[in-house]
T-cell receptor, first 114, second 115 residues
């Protein structure tokens, strides 16, 4: 199945550092979402973006909807140990009659050393 | 407000057996989705319900798979004659149109192991 390109594949950082990851697609989406998944659990929604160029924050997380509508970025500031997990981007098409199914990225594994 | 729930959380079965999973969406969410996730990959779309109608099925959903959502509430996903390649995490998500779009909320998943 189709998966979006997400980078980096993994990151190993020190507590307190800032983190950046991105997601690119060959297709245009009109919604981008970012999820975090812990081992053995389902993805948890972090941020949803609905407009090209939109910049949205959720606490220490900031995400942007790329102006080409083919990419999105997630930044985490001042990382803490509980930020550990796998981060997934997901693209979605919303228009009349669409299923709004999510196309996921390949994931970024984040490890934070205290 | 309870989230999406899925049962069982884990299922171990022998090849050739049938299995059934259940998903209870967030109440009043009219859209329900099933995804499959294998190790090291992102979830992949399987099928979608709007109320009780199944409106889309992925090519990943072979003839051995069937999903239902009677009365537009909970949903079941059945796999007949399981194969080792069916081993994966099966995720359910539900959504309702918010002010800006259809944000999907996931359940904890059912981990299937076929031996």
């Amino acid at each position: 199945g189709q998966q979006l390109n997400q980078s980096p594949q993994s990151m190993f950082i020190q507590e307190g550092e800032d983190v950046s990851m991105n997601c690119t697609s060959s297709s245009i989406f009109n919604t981008w979402l970012w999820y975090k998944q812990d081992p053995g659990e389902g993805p948890v929604l972090l941020i949803a973006l609905y407009k090209a160029g939109e910049l949205t924050s959720n606490g220490r997380l900031t995400a942007q909807f790329g102006i080409t509508r083919k990419d999105s970025f997630l930044n985490i500031s001042a990382s803490i140990p509980s930020d550990v997990g796998i981060y997934f981007c997901a693209g979605q098409t919303n228009y009349g009659g669409a299923t709004n199914k999510l196309i996921f990225g390949t994931g970024t594994l984040l490890a934070v050393q205290p | 407000d309870t989230g999406v729930s899925q049962n069982p959380r884990h299922k171990i079965t022998k090849r050739g057996q049938n299995v059934t999973f259940r998903c209870d969406p967030i109440s009043e969410h009219n859209r329900l989705y099933w995804y499959r996730q294998t190790l090291g990959q992102g979830p992949e779309f399987l099928t979608y319900f709007q109320n009780e109608a199944q409106l889309e099925k992925s090519r990943l959903l072979s003839d051995r798979f069937s999903a239902e959502r009677p009365k537009g509430s909970f949903s079941t996903l059945e796999i007949q004659r399981t194969e080792q390649g069916d081993s994966a995490m099966y995720l359910c998500a539900s959504s309702l149109r918010s002010g800006r779009g259809y944000e999907q909320y996931f359940g904890p998943g059912t981990r299937l192991t076929v031996t």
